[in-house]
């Protein structure tokens, strides 16, 4: 079965601290896509980033980056020198190669204090 | 903005009822996708089209179907509604296939009473 799990329901941090989201997930699937999804208080929706199964390499943008470790199947998140502004709910998800198998996570919802 | 447009913004309908949302892509993607994010399930993929054809398909139920016009416009009808079909429903576009970074519209609020 397929499963992605954010076990952090929400986290506070203090302006300009360093954050690591923590994504697992499970598939048998030897192909698959992995994603982070971002949803501020307004309510949309953000792509952040998408990692396909056999590209293992660190992903780096700005302040975020990302961690895909296939050993332990996680794929986390950090953030570092968070801003208020980072404040939002991200989702990481999961999908087969063929999109008819994708799974969210049930989301972690950080809190960014000034 | 991110180019992407759904109409209605909110939408209060009752149960058994039948409504259809509309997303009209960025300029120039193919695909569009629709999600539903609601309080019970969470977010779920629903289906994706890409230059007006079915390209895969999640958690859609029977009663919900979708179709992507020539212009590339989608619309998602909902019918015979329950009071679970209250959700947010997104739509999504991206240039090409799912190989591509998506852009999310403002979401459709539906609410059945």
């Known amino acids: 079965a397929q499963k992605v799990t954010q076990a952090q329901t929400e986290i506070s941090v203090v302006e300009k601290e360093d954050v690591t989201l923590d994504c697992v997930y499970e598939?048998?699937?030897?192909?698959?896509?992995l994603f982070w999804y971002k949803q501020p208080p307004s309510g949309e929706l953000v792509f952040l980033i998408r990692?396909?199964?056999?590209?293992?390499q660190n992903e780096i943008s700005g302040r975020y980056s990302w961690n895909f470790q296939k050993s332990t199947s996680s794929f986390n998140f950090t953030i570092t020198a968070s801003q208020v502004v980072d404040s939002a709910v991200y989702f990481c998800?999961?999908?087969?190669?063929?999109?008819?198998?994708?799974?969210f996570g049930s989301g972690t919802k950080l809190n960014v204090k000034p | 903005d991110s180019g992407v447009t759904q109409t209605p913004k909110h939408l209060i309908t009752a149960t058994g009822q039948r409504v259809t949302l509309r997303c009209s892509p960025r300029?120039?993607?193919?695909?569009v996708y629709w999600y539903q994010q609601s309080l019970d399930q969470g977010l779920q993929f629903l289906i994706q089209?890409?230059?007006?054809?079915?390209?895969a398909k999640g958690n859609i139920l029977e009663r919900f179907s979708a179709q992507q016009f020539p212009d590339l416009h989608s619309e998602l009808n909902l019918s015979s509604l329950e009071l679970g079909d209250s959700a947010l429903y997104f739509c999504?576009?991206?240039?090409?296939?799912?190989?591509?970074?998506?852009?999310f519209g403002p979401g459709t609020r539906l609410t059945v009473t």
């Open positions: 998800a999961l999908s087969g190669y063929n999109f008819n198998k994708f799974y």
């Open positions: 598939t048998r699937d030897t192909t698959y896509y």
């Open positions: 999504a576009s991206s240039v090409w296939d799912r190989e591509d970074e998506q852009y």
């Open positions: 990692r396909n199964s056999f590209d293992e």
């Open positions: 300029s120039g993607d193919l695909s």
């Open positions: 089209y890409y230059n007006g054809e079915e390209r």
